[in-house]
C-alpha cells in the first residue's frame, strides 16, 4: 500500500471457496473492488466423496473413510484409504468400461451417484484500485495510473457480422441501430474486442460451451427530457453485436511443461495469462510488485512486456527456482544481468 501510486491496480488470485475472504480483505486494506476476472479452464479434477461408497464402508467395516478402487483397464484409478475419488475428464463411476467395487448395501445403493464436490473450472481473480486523487484525468496525469490498457489487450476476432449503432451525438449517445457513419464513428473496433472479464484455457471442454452465436444487442432504453421538443424521446445505449464464440474472449492454456520444468511450486501460473494482465494494468514503463513470487511467473511475464519487476520470497527453494528462471529469461531478452 505504502509503495503503490494512487490509482495503482492489485490483482490476487483466489480460489473459489475463499474468493470472498480475499475480496473482503482487500476492500478493508483500503483498495476499491473493480472487477474479477474468472480464468476458466477444462483441466481440474474433481475431489469428490463417493457417498454411497462411504456408506457402504460405514456399515460393512465400521469405518467411513475408505473406499472401493475405480479400475480402468486393469489399473487402479482411485486412491487407496481415501474416501476421495478421482475422476478423468469430468467422469464418473457409473461410466461405461470404468469397473469398481459393488455395492453391498441396499442403504448405500439409494446413494449411488451422489458425491461432494463440483469439478474446479474456475480461478477467479479479483482486481482492485489504490483510491484515486481528484478524477481519473488528474490522476492519471500526475501519476500516470488508474486506468487500464484496454487497446493493448482487444481479443483479435472476425468483424462484425450485425448492424452496429452509430454515434450520432457529441455526448456519445446513440440513437437507433444502425450501419450509418455517426459524427463520432462506429463503436466496432479493428483492433479486436473490448477485453472482458473472462479467460479461458482454449480447452475442447471450455470452447464446447461457448456456442457459436450472434451476441445480443443491448437494448436499454430511457426517456429523454430536454428542449427543442425532444422530451420523450427514446434513446439507446448501443452495445456492439458480434458473432463468434469462445474466440471472444482472451485464451491461454495452464502452465505448459516446458514452463514447469524444474519447478515444483504446485500453482504455477502460465507465462501468457500473466503477461496478459501485467499488460492490462501496468502504465508504459511501469514496475509490477509480486510479493508472493513463487518461482517467478509473473516477474518473468512483466520482463517479457517490458516492464520491471520486483519479487518477494520467502521460501529458499522457490527463491533458487525464481532467480534461476529470471536469469535465463534476461539473458533470452538481451537484458543486463543484476549486479
Not at 9 to 18: I, P, V, Y
Not at 94 to 110: C, F, H, L, M, R
Not at 250 to 271: I, M, S, W
Amino acid at each position: 500500500w505504502r509503495v503503490l501510486k494512487p490509482g495503482g491496480h492489485l490483482l490476487a488470485f483466489a480460489g473459489t471457496r475463499t474468493q470472498h475472504r480475499m475480496a473482503v480483505n482487500i476492500e478493508d486494506a483500503g483498495f476499491e473492488i473493480r472487477d474479477m476476472i474468472a480464468w476458466v479452464y477444462g483441466s481440474g479434477f474433481p475431489k469428490s466423496l463417493d457417498v454411497s461408497k462411504a456408506i457402504d464402508a460405514k456399515l460393512t467395516t465400521g469405518r467411513s473413510d475408505s473406499v472401493g478402487l475405480r479400475v480402468r483397464d486393469g489399473r487402479e484409478a482411485g486412491a487407496v484409504g481415501t474416501n476421495m475419488t478421482k475422476h478423468r475428464s469430468g467422469r464418473n463411476d457409473n461410466d461405461e468400461g470404468v469397473g469398481s467395487a459393488p455395492i453391498q448395501t441396499d442403504a448405500a445403493k439409494q446413494w449411488a451417484g451422489w458425491g461432494t464436490a463440483l469439478k474446479p473450472a474456475l480461478e477467479p481473480i479479483t482486481v482492485a484500485r489504490k483510491p484515486l486523487i481528484g478524477t481519473v484525468a488528474e490522476n492519471v496525469l500526475q501519476h500516470g495510473t488508474g486506468a487500464i490498457n484496454v487497446d493493448g489487450c482487444r481479443v483479435e476476432g472476425v468483424p462484425p457480422s450485425v448492424p452496429q449503432p452509430a454515434f450520432n451525438s457529441p455526448t456519445g449517445r446513440t440513437y437507433g441501430m444502425k450501419t450509418g457513419e455517426g459524427r463520432n464513428g462506429e463503436m466496432s473496433h479493428a483492433q479486436g474486442r473490448w477485453p472482458a472479464n473472462l479467460i479461458h484455457d482454449g480447452s475442447d471442454e471450455v470452447v464446447g460451451l461457448f456456442p457459436v452465436t450472434p451476441s445480443g444487442q443491448l437494448s436499454t432504453k430511457s426517456k429523454a427530457s430536454g428542449w427543442h421538443g425532444d422530451a420523450g424521446k427514446v434513446e439507446w445505449s448501443g452495445a456492439s453485436g458480434d458473432s463468434g464464440s469462445a474466440a471472444r474472449f482472451f485464451y491461454t492454456a495452464k502452465a505448459a511443461k516446458r514452463e514447469r520444468q524444474g519447478v515444483t511450486h504446485p500453482t504455477v501460473k502460465p507465462l501468457d495469462l500473466m503477461a496478459y494482465l501485467c499488460r492490462l494494468v501496468t502504465p508504459p514503463g511501469g514496475i509490477v510488485l509480486d510479493p508472493f513470487m513463487g518461482t517467478g511467473t509473473t516477474i518473468k511475464a512483466a520482463m517479457s512486456e517490458g516492464f520491471h519487476g520486483i519479487g518477494i520470497e520467502r521460501d529458499p527453494a522457490y527463491f533458487a527456482m525464481a532467480e534461476h528462471r529470471l536469469n535465463g529469461a534476461q539473458l533470452g531478452l538481451g537484458l543486463e544481468l543484476p549486479t
